[in-house]
């Protein structure tokens, strides 16, 4: 190797040395230092603005406590200075320009807002003339995994409350400007990023991963949507990349929930005292069912007084028995957001694991807790093949995971164990025995059990927890592809976008059980206080120690969506145009193609559903003042005749933003900062009116053994059915069409204080509904369903929010949201009654009907000489039961003597109020939601329907317990209160006292504390030497306090007091920026 005696180590270190010196001291020279002052308006020194050389790496700082920076940098750098809630504005560095001190004008939202609207187009929120809310995803932020939970109370024009608290069947109901429609569906139409979901899809979106929640309210706004956008859109578009250095963030939480409040009973020594009332009010000479020295030795077991034995006088707490007082809850989020000029991207995944409040016997091998969990993945990528042509591709998988006790409800999850609970006798068994000296190698649970008078076992709730679990898979996958083609180059404005979206829906459960051993003592020794078993059900098959395998219900089904649009955007001087023309086609195909009436396989719901749209929107404004928009929706089913195939709805809106004429200047101006009046008129429509397949085709089951129809004789022994028809032809089945009108002002006062206030008016009208005076004589076995029906609604939807910042450390807002809405029926198919009051028509939709319950009878004399009350087979009214009033005066109480009694079951106001503080890294924020004008039903009867979630209240029959309340206010002959909570107790259906009437109906009016946050934000000198961009720990909380006059369950279960509760929750976690 050749040898360079002139090249050493020291050398080689010397030139570098000497090069990067230079270097510096050359780029020395060129750089001039840079000092200056940020302010805002009022002259207040802004801390933390960012100073940022713009294509200059390591070319930044940021202000001090007093505003100052000092940056160094070359004579033409253009510097970007940025700060939240202010406008940026940039500055090219001169030699000229060593000092620079700023003004930052606060951000208009009024005027730059952008509002996604219909298909994600972007408006400046100044040009919308639709009416459309915009909601921030940091609103929607509560302690909770369903984000249906976060809506009511936060948004103006939504109806929102929640009736159950249950894991993975916790969805709030919600609708747009309430119910307008008596149809088949008042549900609004979901869409993210464009495509349609289900509610259950939203329920699961994760707040984390929301760029913008839009809520389309009128006909201007979701008239791009034509047939389905008569009751709303809902709006959701996704983060995307930004351009810069990779940005993670993270967010963990973890909860504790109970319920908000638990249904009281009376303990096993008042059930049994109350039982034995219940006997002998009714028949004084009746014997007591449960003598003193039970109820002495029950007392025992209560106060576990020495010798007392559990087993033998049971007192079971069946609610401490199945639930916990507390379950927890985990949840956890992850995104990356970064990407450069050419691509950009968004990438995310989150688990949320929801644990129920049952309680687990470790005896099994299997774990039958409540446990629903949640996983899901998402990307979202945008790339830039050339200047004018982007493609976007996004990806979703949402999977959820449920295991839980078997049950029988109609959704097959727990919400029914709470009935159970409450229908099972305190003291007729316990849950379980310990072994006895027969059983002492026994490795199964002994249940508990006793044989009813007819020699059937009875349920057992603890072994209904116990003796099994079902499990449930769901997923859906989506794959979304979309093409922005900019066409400058043709005509300047002009853009194409195109959307390919396909989605897989699939569910599939399966259920493992063993068959419970019942248990009940046969013999007992009082003097030793011992006790031997009996097993109740051993014979054949009666039960089973292993574990058998049943599958479940099986559903796929698949999703495409196409979508094609030109745009064209131009401005020529003060004049501003634009133009849409957007085409739709998407298909669903379903696996499980059964008829949902007959339950069957079916060919013609086997069949590709498909809709074809066309809708146009056109706008204009000049100067930004005068604004003029028309929108039309086009679409096209295959569900309706040719005739009827397709609908037109045209829309139009305008607006005048007045603050932005020249006589507003002057002192108006300063006060009331912004005025802008806007309106709109037109059609849309709603398709999803029924569950029938094809409305012009008939539906018939040959060989039907469910239906209606007659034995032909037999086959091989097997019988021969005649034919069922489903429904006949009806080639006139149409769109249910809404008519609807909006007025709106925005205004703002002090630039500070913003107010919208909305007034609208619907007229609803081919609602399909089936006809009610087609005679009997005719012989048509199927009914038949015609748009005839018609539907007002009107209200008023207000939004009011202020800021104000008091200085660098201390800021406060407050927000207010209103929704007034009410309906009636303007034509709705009814029998002829005889008087005009029975009518619905006129009335409020969901309006109830009942007798109207003046008192309790005095005694048996009054009512026996009262107007006959008589209601099937049960006994006839007594002394202390309900005496109800003869609105005809015939001297019968009957269908004709029910009346509109109280406000429809949905509420008619919904609201929501609260605040928000920031001092110094500490902010605090408060929301309470309420609403009003709502009634419901005590459920007074002795249902015990699992199947549709209906549970009466009534005590002892069905072995129901009595409400505590129930029991410390009821007639009797020691306590003959006319007005008593419960009427005259009885063991048996007393159908008199079970008449939906005034005397159970309850004012549904709450307000709740919904949330509360506290959080504490990292200084920035602490989160720089942990390397992280920011972290945030916050404490919060959902539902913590209620305000009602309903004191028996939470108010806003309504009449559904006897399911899983709504949960309050206690909240923690940490987010963390890197």
Same mark, same amino acid.
Request: charged share 15%; glycine share 8%.
């Given at each position: ?191 993210? $990023? ?22 389309? +309210? ?22 995307? *990349? ?12 973890? %909860? ?94 989150? !688990? ?102 007819? #020699? ?16 449930? %898979?769901? %997923? ?97 001087? +003060? ?33 590709? !559903? ?23 929706? !086009? ?86 059915? *005649? ?31 913003? &107010? ?10 081919? &609602? ?18 015609? /748009?005839? #029906? ?81 209601? *099937? ?7 202390? $039961?309900?005496?109800?009033? $003869?609105?005809?005066? $015939? ?22 109020? *609260?605040?928000?503080?920031?001092? +110094? ?16 039903? &005590? ?10 979630? +209906? ?121 963390? /920026?890197?």
């Amino acid at each position: 190797m050749p040898k360079f005696p002139f090249v050493s180590l020291p050398g080689i270190l010397f030139a570098i040395f000497m090069f990067v010196s230079i270097s510096a001291i050359a780029q020395q020279t060129t750089k001039i230092t840079v000092t200056g002052t940020v302010t805002d308006t009022s002259g207040l020194k802004l801390e933390g603005v960012n100073v940022v050389a713009e294509n200059k790496k390591n070319v930044a700082t940021s202000t001090n406590s007093t505003g100052k920076f000092i940056l160094d940098a070359e004579p033409g750098t253009l510097l970007r200075f940025s700060y939240v809630g202010f406008e940026q504005q940039y500055i090219t560095v001169s030699p000229n320009s060593r000092v620079i001190n700023l003004v930052l004008k606060p951000f208009s939202r009024n005027v730059e807002e952008v509002v996604v609207t219909a298909y994600g187009r972007k408006q400046r929120k100044e040009a919308v003339v639709g009416s459309v809310t915009t909601v921030a995803p940091g609103t929607l932020k509560i302690p909770s995994s369903n984000l249906t939970n976060a809506l009511a109370g936060q948004i103006a024009g939504m109806i929102s409350f929640q009736r159950g608290g249950q894991p993975g069947l916790d969805n709030s109901s919600f609708f747009i400007r309430g119910v307008t429609t008596f149809g088949y569906s008042a549900s609004p139409l979901i869409l993210v $990023d464009n495509v349609e979901l289900s509610s259950n899809d939203l329920a699961r979106l994760q707040v984390d991963d929301i760029a913008s929640f839009s809520i389309l +309210k009128d006909a201007s706004a979701a008239a791009l949507y034509g047939a389905r956008g008569a009751n709303g859109v809902i709006l959701v578009t996704t983060k995307e *990349g930004k351009a810069g250095k990779a940005s993670m963030n993270v967010r963990y939480e973890r %909860s504790v929930s109970r319920p908000t409040k638990t249904v009281q009973l009376g303990d096993p020594v008042t059930y049994m005292k109350m039982y034995n009332e219940a006997l002998t009010t009714r028949n004084p000479l009746a014997t007591p069912l449960y003598t003193p020295n039970q109820i002495i030795n029950t007392q025992a077991t209560m106060d576990k007084a020495p010798g007392y034995n559990p087993y033998v006088y049971p007192a079971v707490d069946w609610m401490k028995t199945l639930f916990k007082d507390q379950a927890t809850t985990q949840r956890a989020n992850f995104s990356v957001q970064g990407g450069n000029d050419v691509t950009k991207y968004y990438i995310a995944g989150s !688990y949320d694991r929801d644990n129920g409040i049952l309680q687990v016997n470790p005896v099994n091998n299997f774990n039958s807790a409540m446990k629903f969990e949640n996983y899901q993945l998402r990307s979202n990528v945008n790339v830039k093949l050339t200047k004018t042509t982007e493609v976007v591709v996004r990806l979703w998988g949402n999977f959820n995971e449920y295991t839980g006790p078997i049950t029988g409800d109609q959704s097959g999850l727990a919400s029914d164990l709470y009935d159970r609970a409450l229908h099972t006798s305190p003291v007729s068994f316990p849950a379980y025995f310990p072994s006895d000296s027969a059983n002492l190698l026994t490795k199964h649970i002994l249940f508990g059990n006793s044989l009813t008078s007819s #020699g059937n076992l009875q349920a057992n709730p603890y072994a209904d927890l116990m003796y099994g679990y079902k499990s449930f %898979s769901e %997923s859906r996958l989506s794959a979304q592809f979309e093409l922005n083609q900019n066409f400058d180059f043709i005509t300047k404005g002009l853009a194409f976008h195109g959307l390919f979206s396909t989605n897989r829906y699939a569910y599939f459960d399966l259920t493992r059980s063993y068959k419970p051993f019942y248990y009940d003592v046969a013999n007992y020794d009082q003097t030793n206080n011992t006790y031997s078993l009996a097993w109740l059900n051993n014979q054949p098959g009666g039960a089973q120690e292993f574990l058998s395998y049943y599958p479940g219900t099986k559903d796929v089904n698949t999703f495409l969506y196409l979508q094609g649009s030109l745009d064209y955007t131009r401005a020529f001087g +003060k004049h501003n145009l634009s133009a849409s023309l957007i085409g739709t086609r998407q298909q669903k195909l379903n696996a499980d193609a059964n008829d949902p009436n007959t339950h069957q396989p079916s060919l013609q719901y086997s069949l590709p !559903y498909r809709n074809l749209g066309l809708a146009g929107r056109a706008t204009y404004s000049f100067a930004s003042r005068y604004f003029m928009e028309f929108n039309f929706g !086009y679409n096209g089913s295959e569900r309706f005749s040719t005739q009827y195939r397709w609908g037109f709805f045209p829309t139009v809106g305008a607006g005048w933003v007045v603050s932005n004429e020249k006589f507003w200047a002057g002192p108006l101006s300063k006060i009331v900062t912004r005025l802008k009046i806007r309106g709109s008129y037109g059609l849309v429509g709603n398709d999803n009116i029924d569950n029938t397949r094809f409305y012009y085709l008939s539906s018939v089951t040959p060989d039907d053994p469910n239906g209606p129809s007659a034995v032909f004789g037999t086959t091989n022994g097997v019988k021969m059915y *005649g034919t069922t028809i489903q429904n006949y032809p009806n080639p006139g089945v149409t769109w249910e069409t809404a008519r609807k009108s909006n007025l709106a002002a925005e205004m703002t006062f002090f630039e500070k204080l913003n &107010i919208t206030a909305e007034i609208y008016h619907e007229f609803r009208y081919n &609602i399909l509904q089936q006809r009610g005076y087609i005679p009997v004589t005719t012989g048509l076995e199927a009914a038949v369903k015609s /748009n005839v #029906g018609e539907a007002y609604a009107k209200g008023l939807d207000l939004n009011i929010n202020y800021k104000q910042t008091f200085s660098k450390n201390f800021w406060a807002s407050v927000l207010g949201n209103l929704t007034v809405t009410s309906n009636r029926y303007a034509r709705f198919e009814e029998p002829e009654y005889k008087y005009a009051y029975r009518f619905q028509n006129g009335k409020p939709i969901n309006q109830p009907f009942g007798y109207i319950a003046e008192r309790l009878f005095v005694d048996d004399k009054e009512a026996a000489n009262s107007p006959t009350q008589y209601f *099937g087979n049960s006994a006839p009214p007594a002394g202390g $039961d309900i005496k109800y009033r $003869d609105v005809n005066k $015939d001297g019968v109480i009957n269908q004709d003597d029910q009346v509109p009694i109280g406000l429809p079951t949905t509420p008619q106001i919904i609201y929501g109020f *609260g605040f928000s503080l920031g001092y +110094k890294n500490f902010d605090l924020n408060a929301f309470f939601q309420g609403l009003a004008r709502e009634s419901f039903f &005590i459920n007074a009867t002795s249902q015990d329907d699992r199947y549709y979630a +209906k549970y009466g209240t009534a005590p002892f029959v069905n072995n129901a317990q009595i409400l505590q309340a129930y029991a410390e206010n009821h007639w009797s002959e020691e306590n003959q209160n006319l007005y008593a909570l419960w009427p005259r107790l009885s063991t048996t259906d007393i159908l008199n006292n079970q008449q939906q009437s005034t005397w159970w109906l309850r004012d549904g009016s709450f307000m709740r504390l919904k949330s509360v946050e506290l959080g504490y934000s990292l200084p920035k000198s602490l989160t720089k030497r942990m390397y992280i961009r920011s972290a945030r720990i916050y404490f919060s909380g959902l539902n913590l306090l209620t305000f009602s006059h309903f004191k028996l369950w939470d108010p806003e279960q309504a009449g559904q007091g006897f399911g899983y509760p709504i949960q309050k929750v206690f909240n923690c976690g940490i987010n963390v /920026n890197l």
